[in-house]
């Protein structure tokens, strides 16, 4: 029962303290004491947590003690509680690198409260268990992060919120239409009640309707191929604190609730959808990596380049083998940290040289060398290159898409490899290595509060990329988790639920004379349960 | 009745649209709002209306009559309107502020985030809007491109 | 142009419309009504009166600002729930206490408390809109 408590933390935690931190409006230090004791808190609850999950596999909880599926359920599978535990590092990190970026005015703005209120948008959407709470989630997470988004008030910020707020705007409402669909169909939405029940209806129209509004919608979210503009229009004009939180975990919420529908409720058959989630990730990963070949300004490419990522991250759910799960799991948690790292840098790049624009900057190399170092373990490891994470990653994914023979998808992920290098290379050749533009008028310093979370995050990557074995041990469960639905139903309903309903998944495969553990146990079930349908 | 209702989603649903197509932002978010009142709707509608009588407990009784109303669209449907007007309220505080700082409305004039690092504009910006005039020897051979590229944008329009 | 008649008239209808609100809150103990829809009351007194008497006064009125009414509203919410976590195990399950007064019985649950926290962000969120547009407006 404690153990189950554990749900409640992460979310609970930002809560309180963006609603404390509200109470002190005026009171700018207790806000900032506030704030800071939550970032600590919450990153020990989100531990807490994935310690509890690796114990336990997979938890849940029903709030407010009604029965399952008409309360409230929180479930955390292995990936939600690792994308918790990240949150909280990167809350954590991101909340030292504000202690010199957040300015006074943003303070006063209510920088607390909504950066908090934001991070529990984000633990919430990941934890949920229910598919109408993972839209009030989304709008929670909305609602605070074009707060954060616009709160110098400048005209870019204007301008950019404008964009990400329709567009986000537009996609939550197409969720919201799938989800009513969804509901006239079933008559609940609670996801481990829907992955009971979807399995033994047939899908109509309505059903693919709403599946299809899914996708759109989270697609939107994620920065999935033809609906990513809003991205690359607005992320390089917020403050860098609040660019490098949206960079790390926003669009990932998007692409984690791509995973959960499409693992849980539509279970991927038939060769169009395969085709359609290939052609998209494929497609992603090309234009986000052509995309950021022109731009100038350090975090428009790197905008562009969480694009170019998310369609590795999507090649899981289009090879959908359990090594491609894991693969993605994998890739989310690497992406997540490197991300929010180089976003942080793009701020220090900016202390030091005086400006965002690779044009008018330079030079850095010899006078910031540790600066140089720093943004090398990152921007390699996006690029994926051995022994940082990003190579692990890379591998991982890469090997899946060629154990199922996506022979295309596997090519085109190692040339957008080639060109993230290429990109990550103009960064530095611009900023690092060409003598300044300008002769700087005096020596600039970037701030130990800067220099403190970068170091952080890159010694994570460095971590997960020299002892890969036990994060990649861990992925393989979350994967595990990913294509076995009924170990998600278990907690939640029970394991008699769990096995009907596994059963009733199988159902299929026993008509199409697939044995049930060749298909979960290697990864080269997929040519066989092509060849059999 | 069932017609009515087809009826009414559709027509907020289409209009919204409509509006959602408008350069003019403020008619996008108007757009949006419907768009939000359609969804609602819809999530009404889903929720099969068949009773009149609400969900509450009556007085003395231990549950809920058998021919009440389902609250769970009702619950569904508050909880989308609610974060509805909180984001409509917001959108249209972020207009004013839009309105004031950008002096425009149109969709095609608000480009300030755009130019940040454009390649098609001098590293200072664009000249027009005030930005500082470059020296710098890339910037000239990108200005030509820069006015062509907005006189295109232009023309499209 | 400031009515003398709006403004004078508003002023009881201020009155009138807090107190129907906090009516309504009270009443979504067991009838239809509660936070939610008496916090939209509440904050529409507020704002008619910073539409009649200007928004300086409407915030005079309400004494602190309109984000610090909203975060007492949310500790308010999230606190009644941990009763919940204590006694049985179950975050927002509510507790109820039942008080003998002699005259009447009183029975008050935990569900009380998280609706003044809604009735409380939901003046909060509104006003803090609602009197930034009315400033922009004027200003």
Known sequence: MADQLDLLWPVLIPVMTAALAACFWYNIRAQRIISFIGLVLLFAASVKLTMTVVEHGVIAKQFGGWAPPFGISFVADPLAAALVAITGLLALTVGIFGFYDVRARHERAGFYPLFHGMITGVNGAFLTGDAFNLYVWFEVML????????????????????????????????FLIGLALLYGATGTLNMADLARVLPGMTMTPGLMTAAMLFLAAFAIKAG???????????????????????????????????????????????????YVFTFIAAMTMITGVFGAAVQWNIRRILSFHIISQIGYMLMGLAIATPIAWAGASFYIIHHIIVKANLFLLAGAIRAAGGSDDLRRTGGLLKSHPWLAVLFLIPALSLAGLPPLSGFWAKFLVIDASL???????????????????????????????????????????????????????????MTIGLFAEPFVTYARDAGDVLVDPPLYIAPVFGAEAAAEAGALIAGDAVEAEVIETDLIENGADDGVEEEVR | MTFLYAAAIAAYTGCGLYLMLSRHVVRIILGLALLTNGAIFLIFFSGRIGSMVPAVIPLGDQQLAPDAANSLPQALALTAIVIGFALTAFAVALLVAAYKRLDTLDAREMTAAEDMGSPFLPPGGRPSTGGRPSNDGRSAEKTPEAEKKSDEVKTNG | MRSIILVASTRIFFIAMVVVSLW?????????????????????????????AGVDDARKMLRIHPAVLMGVGLVLAAVSGLPGVVLNGSYLQHQWLELDLGLFELKLGTTLVFDIGVYFVVIGGVLSFMFRLYEEEQG
Not at chain 1, 151 to 173: A, C, P
Not at chain 1, 226 to 253: C, D, E, N, Q, R
Not at chain 1, 267 to 273: A, C, P, W
């Open chain 3, 24 to 52: 309504i809150l009270l009443r979504g103990h067991n009838e239809p009504g509660g936070g939610f829809i008496g916090g939209l009351m509440g904050a529409a007194a507020f704002a008619t009166l910073a539409f009649a």
């Open chain 1, 143 to 174: 609602v605070t992060s074009l707060g954060l988004l616009v709160i110098s008030r400048s005209r870019e910020q204007l301008d950019g919120t404008i964009k990400y707020g329709v567009l986000n705007l537009f996609g939550t409402i197409l």
């Open chain 1, 403 to 461: 154990r199922a023979e996506y022979y295309g998808l596997a090519a085109v992920a190692l040339i957008v490899g080639v060109l993230t290098l290429f990109s990550m290379m103009k960064i530095w050749m611009e900023a690092f290595w060409k003598a300044s533009p300008v002769t700087p008028s005096r020596r600039r310093y970037v701030p130990v509060a800067f220099i403190i979370p970068i170091v952080m995050l890159g010694a994570v990557t």
């Open chain 1, 224 to 274: 999935l191929f033809p609906l990513f503009f809003w991205l690359p229009a607005s992320y390089h004009t917020a403050t860098f604190a609040v660019g490098a939180i949206f960079a790390g975990l926003l669009t990932k919420v998007g692409v984690y609730a791509t995973f959960r529908p499409f693992t849980l409720l539509f279970l991927i058959e038939g060769e169009t959808l395969r």
